[in-house]
């Protein structure tokens, strides 16, 4: 019975040896050699130049500002979500999670056909006699682009946690005395941490290695790390530097699934 279970998990095992394991040596190796093969910390270390730096702050701060503002958007819609009842539950979740069938670069592709400075919406402002919008290429744009995309990957987590919480706990919390404030700050917030972690590491972490986003609604004019290290791939050919900057952004990503894990055991224990 064993055997025919191994047998079974040969192919996902197979998968992730050739697309994840292997990708990451290859990455670790480039990143932690020279073009002769010598071992050197040079790659990683270029992360403080002047240009790697701040790139890399920007791809920070960017993707803070999406996640906060995708948790403050996202938790009124999943509270409402989580309160509907009957057939029109299941709908509105479906529309909701519509846009996530088509294609990730389709969908950045039409904000930046409406964005544009001849685009949809400039038209529909210059018909009503409005000034122009001009926010592509810039900072603001690439954040909408990322709230946009990743809002969904928000929304569900904290759906689903909401959904679980016992109505009667809150019945409970409302017979004690207690108001809506305090229920929610007292009860349903703290229930909903898990959703809001998962939904946190769902949005920080695409949004700080996109360089898709940035390249369609920023232009040239606002680089991130994602976007340095895919031009060291692409256009400079240089794979140890690109892979040493990828090094650095993992860690990056580590040190965020980690603090994520120490704080959720936190929750969990108290």
Not at 109 to 133: C, D, H, S
Not at 180 to 197: A, N
Not at 231 to 259: D, K, P, R, Y
Request: glycine share 6%; charged share 10%; with cysteine.
């Amino acid at each position: 019975m064993k055997s025919k279970k191994h047998l079974l998990a040969a192919p996902y095992a197979a998968w992730a040896v050739i697309f994840i394991v292997v990708p990451l040596c290859m990455i670790l190796y480039y990143g932690l050699t020279d073009k002769s093969g010598a071992f050197t910390l040079k790659n990683i270390l270029a992360i403080a130049t002047p240009g790697h730096a701040r790139a890399l702050w920007r791809s920070i701060l960017l993707s803070l500002i999406s996640t906060v503002l995708c948790f403050l958007l996202a938790y009124p819609l999943a509270m409402i979500l989580a309160e509907k009842k009957g057939n029109s539950h299941g709908f509105i979740i479906l529309i909701f999670i519509l846009p996530m069938w088509m294609n990730f670069l389709l969908r950045t592709l039409a904000w930046q056909t409406l964005l544009e400075k001849t685009g949809v919406i400039n038209g529909i402002l210059a018909f009503l006699g409005l000034p122009a919008l001009r926010i592509i290429n810039t900072s603001y744009a690439i954040v909408l682009g990322m709230v946009y995309n990743f809002l969904p990957f928000m929304v569900l987590p904290l759906y689903n946690a909401l959904s679980k919480i016992d109505e009667n706990v809150i019945h409970a919390a409302e017979d004690l005395g207690a108001n809506r404030i305090q229920t929610f700050f007292h009860i349903i917030l703290p229930l909903s941490v898990p959703g809001i972690i998962s939904g946190v590491t769902m949005v920080f972490v695409p949004a700080l290695t996109t360089f898709v986003i940035s390249t369609l609604l920023g232009g040239s004019k606002v680089l991130l790390i994602g976007n340095v290290i895919e031009q060291e791939f692409t256009q400079a050919s240089n794979w140890h530097l690109g892979s040493g900057l990828s090094i650095v952004l993992m860690i990056f990503i580590l040190i965020n699934m980690v603090l994520t894990a120490l704080f959720e055991k936190d929750e969990s224990g108290t």
